[in-house]
């Protein structure tokens, strides 16, 4: 490991956070099943420690999406490259990310899922980055609002590493 990561959030307030998320969606679907959608590859760990801590039934499904192709800027259409198994249509569906950024690619994510007839759609994020938003998204829960810095940790990498790590990092010199 030859990068230097700081930690800004620790592995016990990623975890007290999640649970007091897991709280609120447990009492927002009090007596209802909800589908969680968790967005790979990121946001597998916190959609994973999140759904152990909620008390109503759960289905799980993932999805991979992108709006980017070969380059730095959307391209303004969705590109899904891991679709649904369950159908969404009349269901409660809570699309679980790992940190919200331009939103780009999430808005256009969630078009696309409102246009499969969900009873209702809503986002959970564990970070957001307001100050990089370019387009609205309305994130419905929020683990923490972060400084426009690369983080790292809890799904989140740095040239495909670092994802497993237990806490949320910033790499020294990005």
Not at 20 to 37: H, P, R, T, Y
Not at 118 to 139: A, G, M
Request: with cysteine; hydrophobic share 40%.
């Amino acid at each position: 490991m030859k990068e230097q990561i700081q930690v800004m959030i620790s592995e016990e307030e990623v975890n007290a956070r999640i649970s007091e998320i897991a709280a609120q969606i447990s009492e927002d679907f009090k007596g209802e099943e909800i589908l969680v959608i968790g967005i790979l590859r990121g946001g597998v760990y916190f959609c994973t420690e999140l759904t152990k801590k909620i008390t109503v039934p759960v289905i799980l499904d993932f999805m991979e999406a992108s709006s980017y192709g070969a380059g730095t800027e959307s391209s303004g259409q969705v590109h899904i490259t891991k679709d649904l198994i369950e159908d969404i249509a009349g269901k409660h569906v809570i699309v679980v990310e790992d940190i919200v950024d331009t939103g780009r690619t999430l808005r256009l994510l969630l078009e696309n899922l409102k246009a499969r007839g969900p009873k209702s759609l809503k986002l959970c994020t564990l970070l957001d980055k307001p100050q990089r938003r370019v387009v609205e998204v309305q994130v419905d829960y929020n683990g923490f609002v972060i400084p426009n810095k690369f983080v790292i940790g809890y799904g989140m990498d740095y040239a495909q590493k670092y994802r497993n790590l237990p806490y949320i990092g910033v790499v020294e010199g990005e």
